[in-house]
């Protein structure tokens, strides 16, 4: 197979093929992943060297495809964009059968695991187990680290050919500062010197070679103070290095001797558990029924004109046809999973070839670890506040009533998204308040969620004390009303919590069912009747839940989504 080039190649005129608003708009995504996933449109055009006219049709089409958020002159990444790194990450077929048996690691050392693989003389994490603590890892699911300052980087040039090295030593040349690598600190002014150079080339070469010999890699505080690694590679059937498992610690808890020492038994456990599963082809996910991208496209153009870019929205939809099991495609395979004409995909395809996105190998293409750049980075380590309060803000425009996020917090729930609604008598809550479950509506959505052995001992552990005259502490009336709750799938509190006050909550569901949050409108009970809570707020309210999970689910597909 041919090595794509690396990520720091010169830049080349595009061909006369390629798709021209899909260069620009594959820039634009790539200025905002830099910025972090925002910026402000003044700055995209000064980043991208594009036009403001231009960017603005940009953005606009991208707003249109769910992919960025616009308010006012900002622009924001949102969570469905995370659908085409998604792709490339399921087409890997490394992150999700591997990612388990890491996180089983992960909990076995109690230490962070990640999975990597190689990207030119780079590498980038596709999976992290982390654990929480006051020096944890920082790095993020696609940010791209130099080779030479990190252990996987070490295990993938121990096969490198003579034809890589050459690139690495041309990009460290150009770059000594490792600058092009936003993610990681910058080296001291010293390490541009010629004969420090000299050295750091040499480190790395033996690093490389005693990795060839051992089967292992270690990085004693390369990227930064205090941060050490040890990484093993994981094989495929053929023999070659598909990635590295890589065990990350702190100084405070390990030397880089005593990391080597204590997890090697069960890294090597680990990988040889890897490889096995690698051995059984990954099952091909049909491709998606209703891909007819034309009809929508063809809809948004005629609403919007020439604010909608249909080339640049086709053009995206081409890296969607890869997915688990799917990882190698004919252009006619594309075209077809896609909902394309032939000759559509194909210059999408020579577009996405010139910009590094895609590796064409004879007559089948594949997705490169450089989609990677396209946002995914900052988005995949989006919370499920950060996810919903969006949404929220939707909401309270539609219903004008202020609506909030919550989780289940032992016999409380807490808040963890709100927004508020601006009127002269309204509910003031704060992110962070603490209510109980029994009493409150989206409490009990989530009280009735769950198995009916916690949720019974759940409840055995509460005063179920009466807040208001209204509010319902009997346990078989509780019990009851918790059983119609979770057939209802809504719960309505009138004045339990508090007088005057009456809330609908729904709620949350990740992609396997669970509810992991719930989601309410609350108002002054002279606002609305309960029939016309449910008749007027309570379509809404799911809707707005419903756009909530299907975003989590894109987030949370390869990346753990934080609830709080």
């Known amino acids: 197979m041919a090595v794509p080039p690396p990520p720091h190649a010169p830049a080349q005129e595009p061909p006369a093929e390629a798709v021209g608003p899909l260069l620009r708009g594959v820039a634009v995504l790539r200025a905002l992943g830099a910025a972090d996933g925002h910026a402000p449109v003044g700055d995209l055009v000064r980043a991208t060297g594009l036009a403001r006219s231009t960017v603005d049709r940009v953005t606009g089409t991208l707003a249109r495809m769910g992919y960025v958020r616009l308010d006012g002159h900002t622009a924001s990444l949102a969570p469905r964009l995370m659908e085409l790194g998604n792709a490339f ?26 999975l990597a693989v190689p990207d030119g003389d780079g590498i980038r994490f596709v999976h992290q187990s982390t654990r929480r603590r006051a020096m944890s890892l920082s790095f993020r699911i696609g940010d791209l680290l130099p080779a030479e300052r990190t252990a996987p980087g070490a295990v993938f040039a121990a096969d490198w050919t003579e034809e890589q090295w050459a690139r690495w030593r041309e990009r460290r040349a150009a770059d000594p500062l490792d600058r092009t690598f936003p993610a990681v600190p910058d080296r001291p002014a010293t390490d541009a010197d010629q004969a420090q150079l000299a050295v750091a080339a040499k480190e790395f070469t033996a690093r490389a070679a005693e990795c060839r010999e051992s089967g292992l890699a270690v990085d004693d505080q390369l990227i930064e103070p205090g941060l050490v690694a040890v990484a093993l590679p994981v094989r495929d059937p053929e ?27 069960g890294a090597r456990r680990t990988v040889a558990a890897m490889e096995r599963l690698l051995r059984a082809p990954a099952a091909p996910r049909p491709a998606p029924s209703d891909a007819r991208p034309a009809d929508w496209t063809t809809a948004s153009k005629k609403e919007l004109g020439s604010g909608f870019v249909e080339s640049l929205a086709r053009g995206l939809t081409v890296l969607t046809a890869f997915d688990e099991g799917r990882d190698a495609l004919s252009l006619t395979a594309v075209a077809e999973a896609a909902g394309l004409a032939r000759a559509t995909a194909r210059r999408a395809l020579i577009s996405f070839e010139h910009l590094g996105l895609v590796h064409r190998d004879g007559r089948t293409f594949r997705l490169t670890p450089r989609v990677l750049d396209l946002g995914h980075a900052p988005l995949s380590r989006s919370t499920l506040p950060d996810i919903a309060s969006p949404h929220l ?5 539609t219903v004008h009533d202020s609506a909030s996020l919550a989780v289940l917090d032992g016999d409380a729930i807490r808040y963890t998204a709100r927004v508020a609604t601006s009127r002269i008598m309204s509910v003031h809550i704060t992110i962070g308040t603490r209510l109980p479950a029994y009493a409150a ?19 055995d552990g509460m005063e179920l004390r009466p807040l208001t005259p209204h509010t319902v502490t009997e346990r078989g009336a509780l019990d ?37 949050a719930a989601v309410n409108v609350a108002m002054h009970s002279s606002r609305r009747t309960p029939e016309e809570v449910r008749g007027e707020v309570l379509p809404a ?4 839940a419903a756009r909530v999970e299907a975003d989590l689910r894109v987030v949370g597909r390869f990346s753990r989504v934080a609830v709080v």
């Open 89 to 114: 990450l399921a087409a890997l077929h490394v992150p999700g059968p591997l990612g388990p048996l890491a996180e089983r690691l992960a909990d076995e050392l109690d230490e962070s695991v990640s």
């Open 239 to 265: 023999g070659r290095t598909v990635c590295a498992l890589s065990v990350v610690s702190h100084t405070s808890r390990h030397s880089a001797a005593s990391l080597r020492r204590s997890l090697l038994p």
């Open 393 to 397: 803000a939707a909401l309270v425009r």
């Open 441 to 459: 509506s989206m409490g009990r959505v989530l009280l009735a969620d769950l198995p009916a052995e916690e949720r019974a001992a759940l409840l």
């Open 480 to 516: 009851a009303l918790l059983d119609s709750i979770a057939e209802a799938e809504h719960a309505l509190v009138d004045e339990e919590l508090e007088e005057g006050l009456r809330s609908l909550a729904v709620p949350v569901r990740d992609a396997s069912g669970r509810a992991v």
């Open 541 to 544: 309210l799911r809707a707005a």
